[in-house]
């Protein structure tokens, strides 16, 4: 089964040294490639930051572009992750070794439909 992996930007990001941010970036990119070379991490990336972003808002079939993210919130999303493990436990067990100072990681199953 495949669960996307919502990453927030933690606050490490916007803290300490540029010694330390990079040493804390330098262990997750490790880890990332670790989990592509698994076979277990499908797909992801990191995201810009939420002040680039412009969503498309749809309404009665009209759109309208507003310049900022989707959701209002003190948490924004900085990258996401596909992950294939048999279950939410294999899943969860796998995003637990994820060395990201602090943050939250949303697991979700994918819906998957025959094409």
């Not at 330098?26 to 880890?31: A, G, Q, R």
């Not at 972003?53 to 759109?63: F, Q």
């Not at 995003?95 to 025959?114: C, I, L, N």
């Amino acid at each position: 089964m495949k669960y996307l992996l919502l990453i927030t930007q933690g606050a490490w990001m916007n803290s300490g040294t540029e010694g330390e941010r990079e040493m804390a970036m330098d262990k997750i990119v490790d880890w990332w490639d670790k989990q592509f070379a698994s076979g277990k991490m499908v797909g992801g990336q990191q995201l810009h930051s939420p002040d680039t972003a412009t969503t498309v808002v749809i309404e009665r079939g009209k759109y309208m572009l507003v310049d900022r993210p989707l959701l209002e919130a003190k948490e924004a999303i900085g990258g996401f992750g596909i992950l294939e493990a048999a279950d939410l436990d294999e899943a969860i067990a796998i995003v637990k070794t994820m060395p990201q100072p602090d943050g939250k990681v949303e697991v979700r199953a994918m819906v998957e439909r025959a094409r």
